[in-house]
């Protein structure tokens, strides 16, 4: 029982080695990826007196393994890990350890991985949260039937697949819901229009979408949209971009899913710097890894469901801004009515 | 028994009759010319016999043996080298390496004995009269139009062939070459080789051949023997497909066009 | 004999043909060259006819007003940026940016809206201007400092996929203003009486074309299509188009209900913008001096330069023309998602649409290929997308798919060269 | 004059520069060429030597130990992708899907050994198999049916992307099992004296053919480079191997801590693999008839047909070559990666293995290549991306990375193409 | 004074000297006839003047005025007129389209005027002495080669141009074909135009020629009056680049090599 009052590692005299690498994903599956993340991480690492490299693999796992390396010969002694897939993830952890770099599984579990810690939301928990939070949404709420649709992020993305675990459970577990198909929008607008377009078309009387993302719910609002459907339909979403937001507060998305991102980076970087003091801190909770058996020392954060009701959150707490959020008249309007005040 | 022997021959490019009902033979120590004018189908009627094109009808017979010829390489099995007029050579290989292609000498381990084959190449264009040629190792886009020429000529010589046939060989060639090349077709005759000569050079023709075919569009107009024919009545056949008792019949000139 | 000079010698000479009526004569000079090998659309016809009939067998609905018209607005950006693919590869070269180079210029006009507030037009105006400064530097690039056509674009292809998604940010995506026009050009319909107005002028203007041709031809003493020919062609035209309006004049709409009524009737206008930018090509390709000109540098540049082509200013002006119809591609592809993406344009857009050429029956060596091969290989490649979407369920469906749509692919382009097969030899 | 007997003509005649001494006459000759534009691996070296230098000076710690072996590792499956696509690039034809046949043949592989419990080198095998089947179904469509190969390989490019990811299923990826062989292959390292005895091994071959060969030719009474050139050259090899077999000497490890400490020093095992292909192939290309007729048949197929070549059969084996190559690329990038991802291959690996190729100076409109270039081009390609990892921090930083990394890779081609500039006139 | 003239032309290919210090003319109302061997450099000094080389060194005077010449462009500009051996015809386009590339007639709306283009081009070839082309809307990939030549030929007197250079034009003409542009030679030269022709066949040379330049190993042995050389004298000038009097001074010839 070391301490896990992380702060505490700070006071101190700064360490021999400050620098910690970052490794995150791609673009595409979310847009946390592009700046919320290393924008916060970098605010963590000054306050922490610590030097951070912050790479970005651009969904391709070779460019990980690349940047691994460089991070590696940068002389990093901590090394957060998003891994793309866990067999890369692994390569990486194993190539950290044999080089005696520390390696923390951030935001994405690396399965039969050697990280030391692992530090994230539940991924799973944040599929059923979408389930249960989409069984919540006015257009069905208390309905007897209901017929619904999947759109799932890619098939090779592995918290793709985990998200789609969690909504999947709390749905098919509904009386009288009846899943009318599922496709893969492969996080993608234009795969997920087409198919939801056909989906729509041999469906015309659904009431419910379960898309994994809310830039592939833009593109279920389109369809819906040009069918005068839009409202008329609870649609899901994920990561509370601005567009996500903004079709909560006009009612055409049902929800999004807000994972703060200051909520994992400042305990990874808390982490990192107590590492790199020399320290090796117990973690509050344990997460069993389903192919190696190990239990991996985890912080485990909790997603908040975003609806129409507490839309402004994401904004007051600084994850998105207001000219994002609301950048035509219209929209400002919008914003106004719902708590979020523009400048 | 003819060497080569086409009967009935005919082709068509779509709409386009190049050749029909064409009968034509060679023997074996005889240069035969094949004349015609612009666009006779003499080109045509050689790709036909080295299995560049399918014919369409009749037959082509090799030692009186009827052959399907498909690929240029049942051509060559027959024995049968061409000299086409497009000279087709792989302008990104050097002199050497076209001479020798599809047919490179190898040495130990079957890699290409490059120092034979580099001999024999200089030699082969030696013989022939070529002097400016600067190295047998320089790539043929580079060099003159005769110079080509008579790198596809001395590629044709380099094999002991039962069939030569040269299309237009001394088109680009200066006055020298010509001979040479006029010269090595007599010798290619007297060693046995049946020869096809196609050319528009009636002095040429006259000098060096035994029998003489004439195309007119598309169908031969006559073949005969060198002898019994004068280069007035040759032109005469080339250009208007008759000549008094020769060639085709009056009322089916110009019909296959 | 001087040829400047000389106006009389020989009109039989370049016609030799028996004249037996210009009609039989026609159509027996059409077979003998479909037996020749010069199919032009022929096998891309037969090939959409074929996978469409197909997906109609086994995807009820797949026909149906409201599919059709999804099917048309999801084909747009890709026939868009394929009709400008066909020049560059007329000339042999390679755009392997056209997909990220529409992407940034649709990123371009997003931002400008959203985050600067101007006016739509000005947005649009300001992505086309980049794709042709892109199409510009490019071609400069490729002619003058003669840099492979393949590194450029890969360079570039690069490049602007950064750029994008520097530009959209963290934002993931951007999302269109609701109700502006760019929205409503994959999104809202031609009233119906216009539809068919268009539709009336297009027959016009067809056979207009097609006869007065015709008529300079019989005054010049040369062969021309016999009125008869025209005439059919002219009706083909105008059943396939009615037909289509008439089907789209269909109220697309699923379901209606007491809460809500409105109607989905009417072609999207991208129909209108796919037509016109057709016309235009086709008419720069077929009938001016311009597009004479790229035919010939395609087929021999040599031969073109010889001839007093510039042939760099040709080369040039082909990336420029591709950059600006991958631009106009790329704000189709915004107004059919609504929003301008972070990674729009990459992954298989650029593929695709390379794909569609290629399938219409133009060459990647240079020299072949017509504005139409753009348009028939889009829709081949439309069906296949829009048709296998609905085949494969589950959420390992893509890999299925990307099976299948790779299989439909070959088989439509191994049909097209087994028709093609007769021309060679 | 009868050329299959006459043997004494004219040596003279081939070879007319006035004899002055070999070396002199040697360099004379060799610096002509050069001006004529024959500019061979130049252009490509200079390139490598200025980009590693760029990086070396920006970027402190680009040429330690430890990123030099990084550096190797990651070219690696760049470069074997590479030296397979020379050979459909030399032909004129493109293989896109050669990165998903890789992530199709390392997949199935992953699976043998994991779900099927097969040793390694059955893996390896039935991927290779696999390889091999596909590039001779895929040459097979070419050469017989007349496919053009973009359209078949866009195919399979998709096709294949989706088996992998049916193969590989839902999560992401399969892991290697740990202490297999195949990791071992990027991840293990040759003992240092193992290393420095390969080195002197390759050294005396290369002298030996060298001499072996100028000797032959001196014995033929043709001109052959001067011994003192040879044992020039030698020297450099020799000079370079060691010592990069010194640096691979050095323990990368850069830290230790509480956790561990391991020591990492010897070259990858890879490097091994890499000189075997690339003799191997060189060989084939350079001295077997073999090659001779790739480069007639990429030159002027009409030739290689009228000259007996038999055109079908070396186009369906080169497509063979480039998939097997493929495949082994493919179990490279597995080993690097300890496990095979559902995206294996996809994405830009394609385009950055052809991009290499052709900055070496291969042609994609066939008939110039080399083996050296995709060595060369892979190296260039590897030191972009790995000094590029490292140069853009901050947040977006992929985009400005994605920007950087097109406007070096659009430089180093530049430099190509402006060096190789006096070739054209 | 006359209308082309070079003075000291050199131009090498790498190593390769293809010409050294080449001086030539050719005046209005001539035929200046360019011989040499195979290899001389005849066709390297067509398209020096052409504009497809850059020369190394000298200049080229048209009409008196250094000019220069980079591009084919800048030669047409100044009335050069050039068939050149390697004929560079666009496969892909029809007879038609190859005539008149790069002077394309447009009508209304800047359109392509296809019916005049057709007509001219069926006349001239017509005027040519061809009689076999089916079609002048066919694509000149499947035209003969003698066809070939014509078009290239046809393509160059459709202009009036100051300067005429035609290289080897007869090569693959048939003997009818070669009459009518032996006639158009000099119709061409009586006109008042410059006309350069490029021969490997002494009859024609000597037939038509006012001038004859000879070319050895890349230098000019000697540019003299048709009137003052016999046929021998230029066969011995093109073999030896010397005869009598005339050519290269002894101790030089060879020495380019
Ligand atoms: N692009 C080139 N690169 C290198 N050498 C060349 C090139 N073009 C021509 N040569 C060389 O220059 C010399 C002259 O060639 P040129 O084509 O001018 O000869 P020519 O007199 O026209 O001969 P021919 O009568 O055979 O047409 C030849 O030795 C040829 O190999
Ligand atoms: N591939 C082809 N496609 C269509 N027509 C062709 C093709 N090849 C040849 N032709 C036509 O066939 C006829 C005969 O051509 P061919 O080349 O055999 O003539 P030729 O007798 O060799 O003439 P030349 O003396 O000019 O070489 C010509 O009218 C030509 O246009
Ligand atoms: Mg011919
Ligand atoms: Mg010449």
Redesign the interface.
């Known amino acids: 029982g070391n301490n896990n009052n992380n702060s505490s590692g700070s006071s101190t005299t700064p360490p021999p080695n400050t620098k910690v690498g970052v490794l995150l994903p791609d673009t595409a599956s979310s847009p946390r990826w592009v700046s919320a993340d290393p924008n916060e991480l970098r605010k963590q690492c000054t306050a922490n007196k610590l030097t951070c490299y912050i790479d970005n693999a651009n969904n391709s796992a070779t460019t990980m393994e690349s940047q691994a390396q460089a991070l590696i010969n940068q002389g990093v002694g901590v090394l957060l890990v998003t891994n793309l897939d866990s067999g890369s993830g692994k390569a990486i952890e194993s190539l950290a350890k044999q080089h005696n770099v520390v390696a923390i599984d951030y935001d994405r579990l690396t399965t039969g991985g050697t990280a030391e810690y692992y530090v994230s939301y539940d991924n799973v928990k944040v599929g059923e949260d979408q389930g249960t939070a989409l069984t919540a949404c006015p257009q069905v709420a208390g309905k007897a039937a209901v017929g619904y649709v999947d759109i799932d992020g890619a098939p090779t993305d592995n918290n793709a697949t985990l998200f789609a675990q969690g909504y999947n459970s709390v749905l098919s577990k509904q009386a009288g819901w009846k899943k009318l198909g599922e496709q893969t929008g492969n996080w993608d607008p234009a795969t997920a229009q087409t198919v939801f377009t056909t989906m729509l078309g041999k469906n015309p009387t659904l009431n419910a979408v379960m898309v994994a993302n809310d830039t592939m719910a833009q593109s279920v609002i389109n369809v819906l949209k040009s069918q005068g459907l839009a409202g008329k339909v609870a649609v899901s979403g994920q990561d509370a971009t601005a567009g996500g937001l903004d079709n909560v507060m006009a009612g055409t998305q049902c929800f999004t899913i807000y994972k703060p991102v200051a909520g994992e980076a400042d305990v990874a970087i808390k982490l990192a710097g107590q590492i790199l003091s020399g320290q090796k801190p117990t973690a509050p909770a344990t997460i069993k890894d389903p192919t190696s058996g190990r239990e991996v020392p985890s912080y485990l954060a909790d997603p908040t469901v975003i609806t129409k009701k507490n839309v402004a959150l994401p904004v007051t707490d600084g994850y998105e801004t207001a000219a994002s959020v609301c950048p035509t008249p219209a929209l400002v309007k919008l914003c106004n009515e719902n708590g979020i005040h523009t400048p | 028994m003819k060497t080569l022997e086409l009967r009935g021959v005919g082709k068509s490019f779509g709409p386009v009759v190049a050749l029909s009902e064409v009968d034509f033979s060679a023997e074996a120590g005889d240069v035969t010319a094949l004349v015609g004018d612009n666009g006779a189908g003499k080109s045509t009627l050689v790709k036909c016999i080295g299995g560049i094109h399918r014919i369409d009808a009749g037959e082509i017979l090799v030692d009186g043996e009827p052959q399907q010829l498909h690929e240029p390489r049942d051509a060559a099995r027959l024995g049968i080298e061409i000299v086409h007029q497009d000279l087709a050579l792989a302008d990104n290989l050097d002199v050497v390496g076209n001479m020798f292609l599809g047919r490179e000498r190898v040495g130990r381990l079957r890699t290409l004995d490059e120092n034979t084959m580099e001999k024999l190449a200089s030699q082969t264009l030696a013989s022939l009269g070529v002097r400016t040629v600067r190295s047998v190792r320089q790539r043929v886009a580079s060099l003159s139009g005769g110079q080509r020429q008579t790198v596809a000529i001395a590629k044709s010589v380099l094999w002991s062939s039962k069939i030569v046939i040269l299309d237009e060989p001394t088109a680009a060639l200066g006055v020298a070459q010509t001979e040479q090349v006029l010269d090595l077709v007599r010798r290619l005759a007297d060693r046995g080789v049946a020869v096809v000569l196609v050319s528009h050079n009636m002095n040429d023709v006259m000098q060096v051949a035994d029998s003489i075919a004439v195309l007119f569009l598309g169908r031969m107009a006559t073949q005969v023997r060198r002898k019994d024919v004068t280069q007035t009545q040759v032109v005469e056949l080339i250009t208007s497909g008759r000549s008094g008792e020769l060639g085709l019949p009056a009322e089916s000139r110009g019909a296959t066009q | 004999?001087?040829?400047?000079a000389?106006?009389?010698?020989?009109?039989e000479?370049?016609?030799?043909k028996p004249v037996q009526g210009p009609l039989s004569a026609y159509i027996r000079?059409y077979l003998?060259?479909l037996?020749?090998?010069?199919l032009g659309s022929a096998p891309a016809i037969v090939g959409l006819v074929v996978i469409t009939a197909f997906f109609a067998i086994v995807h009820q609905?797949f026909l149906?007003a409201?599919?059709l018209e999804?099917l048309v607005i999801?084909a747009a950006p890709i026939i868009v940026m394929a009709m400008g693919l066909v020049f560059v590869l007329l000339l042999?070269e390679i755009d392997?940016s056209a997909g990220t180079t529409g992407g940034l210029c649709s990123a371009i006009m997003a931002v400008l809206l959203?985050?600067h507030?101007q006016p739509w037009w000005i947005g649009v105006l300001a992505g086309l201007a980049t794709g042709l400064v892109i199409g510009f530097v490019m071609g400069w690039?490729r002619a003058r400092?003669?840099?492979?056509s393949?590194?450029?674009t890969?360079?570039?292809?690069?490049?602007?996929?950064?750029?994008?998604?520097?530009l959209i940010?963290?934002?993931?995506?951007?999302?269109l203003?609701?109700g502006s026009p760019l929205i409503s050009l994959e999104?809202s319909f031609v009233p119906i009486w216009l539809g068919w107005t268009l539709l009336g002028i297009f027959v016009l203007g067809y056979a207009a074309v097609k006869l007065i041709d015709a008529r300079?031809?019989r005054?010049?003493?040369?062969p021309a299509t016999p009125v008869v020919v025209i005439v059919a062609k002219v009706i083909a035209v105008a059943l396939l188009g009615s037909a289509f309006t008439y089907e789209m004049g269909i109220n697309r709409?699923?379901?209606t209900n007491a809460?809500?009524?409105?109607k989905?009737q009417g072609e999207p206008w991208a129909v209108v913008l796919l037509v016109l930018l057709f016309v235009i090509w086709h008419f720069t390709l077929s009938?001016?001096?311009y597009g004479?000109?790229v035919?010939?540098v395609?087929?021999?540049e040599?031969?073109?330069?010889?001839?007093?082509?510039?042939v760099s200013r040709i080369r040039i002006s082909v990336f420029v023309i591709c950059s600006g119809m991958a631009a106009i591609s790329g704000v189709v592809?915004a107004s059919?998602?609504?929003?301008v993406?972070?990674?729009a344009g990459a992954?298989?857009t650029l593929?695709l649409a390379?794909?569609a050429a290629?399938?219409g029956g133009t060459?990647?060596?240079g020299?072949?290929g017509r504005m139409i091969d753009a348009v028939l290989g889009g829709l081949v490649v439309a069906v296949i997308?829009?048709g296998m979407?609905?085949l494969i369920?589950?959420?390992?469906?893509?890999?299925?798919?990307?099976?299948?749509?790779?299989?439909v692919?070959?088989l439509a382009?191994?049909f097209?060269?087994?028709v093609?097969?007769g021309r060679?030899?």
């Open positions: 004999m001087n040829a400047q000389g106006p009389a010698v020989a009109d000479t370049s016609h030799r000079d003998a060259r037996r020749g090998g010069e609905g149906s409201y599919n999804a999801q042999g392997l959203l985050r507030g690039l400092a003669g840099i492979p393949f590194v450029i890969l360079a570039t292809f690069l490049a602007f996929q950064g750029l994008t998604l520097i940010g963290g934002q993931g995506s951007v999302i203003p609701t999104n300079g031809r005054e010049s003493g040369l709409n699923l379901i809460f809500f009524s409105n989905a009938r001016t001096r004479r000109h035919y010939a395609g087929g021999n040599e031969a073109a330069r010889r001839a007093g082509v510039v592809a059919l998602l609504q929003s993406q972070s990674n992954g298989n593929l390379v794909g290629v399938i060459s990647l060596f020299g072949r997308i829009n979407s609905d369920q589950g959420s390992n469906s893509s890999g299925y798919e990307w099976v299948v749509t790779g299989a692919l070959l382009a191994g097209d060269a087994v093609r097969r060679s030899t």
